[in-house]
């Protein structure tokens, strides 16, 4: 059998007997993989000594050309997630996930060329450009296939992939310090060959998604879910799907733009801060956080942003998606306002745990949305309609940092203290979360006429 | 149709969960010991 039929939709049907909890690490080491990307930031300082080894030289790249790396990689993304969404409907998880482990993987090795030749247009090209169609590729692939393995609990078992995107760093990030570490010498930074290495290591890795990944056969349903008479997933979940609506129909519903802007809002909200957190934590309580705890404490939020994608989308199949919203919100804005409080009272205690409470729902906001999408409109595309949402998330990752960082200066340009400097900051975020909650309560049912008719339009 | 997974399925299942999960345990506890700086 060649590699094509192997990728086929058609022969990554599960044969009788199989298991589903089979499929979510198969999601998972997607995820993990691309979630590589959120922590290219390790290769900034060494990217721009690559001449000079250990320090600058002229003729290295500045910090802000290497910024653009990830900037592209995100954009396209964006670009790819929304654009590809549709045909990996078609096409199946098994062929959309090696596209993207091709892609993924190809993008490291192309960069590598680019670390070479000291050429930055060859790292955009590679890692931006490709690798970035990887992540996006990748991000969107595994949603459909998981819903429909668990009609009973889309939301744990989407929250447990895009866990993975947000622990992906935490094995991306030491993984490149050790390998630059191993081929560092006295005239190479090492870059080339951990670039290298890990486009190999990541395609392998990627590749076990490829093979362990399987469609439930259709008519299938978990045991002791479906009753007799009931359609099967209705009958297992406590938020059924709404009946299935087109990928292109879904963006004539207010419902689709009201979910683009909870989802746009509540990102804003969190990734900002998240950019900023080890300055702010440093210079909201001078004298009393260094360096060193200031990592710390970055590396927490990135437990709670881990965490809180599976624990909050988890919760959701419990509560229901309108309701986990109107938390994240309400108890967002709230804790957003108070951080103001924490500073004035030097409670460093106090301001860590509302961070880490607000980081968990910041993860949980990303996670909890597939199934959201699948409870309004339906199963079929809910893939390709989650690749269209994600625009929200490219427009909250510029718009997000440049509120933060703008407000802060402009603050200090004005005379306000460092350690105030926040305190507008949090009031707006709160704002933007209370938004969010509007937005969120003015999700209501598809209409009828927005329904897939078959034979109106290609399923 | 609601079906039983075959027999041996559950040690498949494992397996793939450790392919995933020691790689992430491992990216996890570099994190801990990272974030326990915020504490000393």
């Known amino acids: ?459 | 149709m609601p079906e039983e997974p075959r027999p041996g399925e559950w040690v498949k299942a494992v397996l793939a969960w450790l392919f995933v999960g020691i790689p992430a345990a491992w990216g996890v506890a570099q994190v801990v010991a990272k974030s326990a700086a915020l504490f000393r």
């Open chain 1, 1 to 459: 059998m060649g590699l094509a039929a192997i990728l086929d939709r058609s022969h990554s049907i599960a044969p009788a007997g199989y298991s589903r909890w089979r499929v979510p690490p198969a999601a998972l080491a997607i995820h993990l993989a691309i979630g590589q990307a959120y922590a290219f930031s390790v290769f900034n300082l060494p990217l721009s000594t690559l001449i000079g080894i250990d320090k600058s030289a002229p003729g290295d790249w500045k910090l802000t050309t290497i910024g653009w790396i990830f900037s592209v990689a995100i954009v396209f993304l964006g670009l790819s997630a929304f654009t590809f969404g549709r045909w990996l409907e078609g096409a199946g998880p098994r062929k959309a996930m090696f596209a993207s482990a091709c892609c993924f993987g190809g993008g490291f090795l192309i960069a590598s060329l680019g670390v070479r030749f000291h050429q930055i247009w060859i790292i955009y090209l590679g890692y931006g450009v490709l690798g970035g169609i990887g992540l996006g590729l990748g991000y969107i692939s595994p949603v459909s296939t998981l819903i429909k393995w668990f009609p009973d609990r889309p939301g744990m078992a989407t929250g447990l992939a895009i866990m993975g995107f947000g622990g992906g760093a935490m094995i991306g990030s030491p993984l490149a310090v050790a390998l630059m570490n191993h081929f560092h010498t006295a005239t190479s930074m090492g870059v080339t060959e951990t670039f290298a290495t890990m486009g190999a290591l990541y395609f392998v890795f990627m590749m076990f998604g490829v093979f362990t990944v399987r469609l439930p056969a259709p008519g299938w349903t978990p045991v002791g879910r479906a009753q007799p008479g009931v359609g099967a997933a209705a009958s297992a979940s406590r938020t059924p799907p709404a009946p299935d609506v087109h990928v292109d129909e879904a963006l004539r519903t207010r419902q689709f733009w009201f979910l683009w802007l909870v989802l746009c809002l509540n990102v804003t909200a969190g990734i900002g801060v998240l950019g900023q957190a080890s300055p702010m934590i440093q210079e909201m309580f001078p004298g009393v956080i260094g360096a060193a705890a200031a990592a710390g404490f970055v590396g927490l939020l990135s437990l709670a942003n881990m965490s809180g994608r599976f624990l909050w989308s988890s919760l959701s199949d419990v509560i229901g998606r309108r309701r986990t919203y109107m938390v994240y919100f309400a108890l967002g804005a709230a804790l957003y306002a108070s951080i103001p409080t924490t500073g004035r009272l030097g409670s460093v205690t106090l301001f860590v745990l509302f961070y880490v409470v607000i980081m968990t729902m910041y993860g949980g906001g990303f996670a909890t949305i597939p199934a959201y999408l699948r409870d309004k409109f339906g199963v079929m595309h809910v893939g390709a309609i989650h690749g269209r949402l994600l625009t929200a998330w490219s427009v909250a990752g510029v718009a997000g940092p440049v509120l933060v960082n703008y407000i802060r200066e402009y603050q200090i340009a004005h005379g306000v203290a460092k350690a105030n400097a926040y305190s507008v900051t949090m009031y707006l975020m709160a704002a933007l979360l209370v938004i969010g909650f509007v937005s969120n309560w003015l999700v209501s049912t598809v209409d009828a006429r927005h329904h897939f008719k078959a034979g109106t339009a290609d399923a």
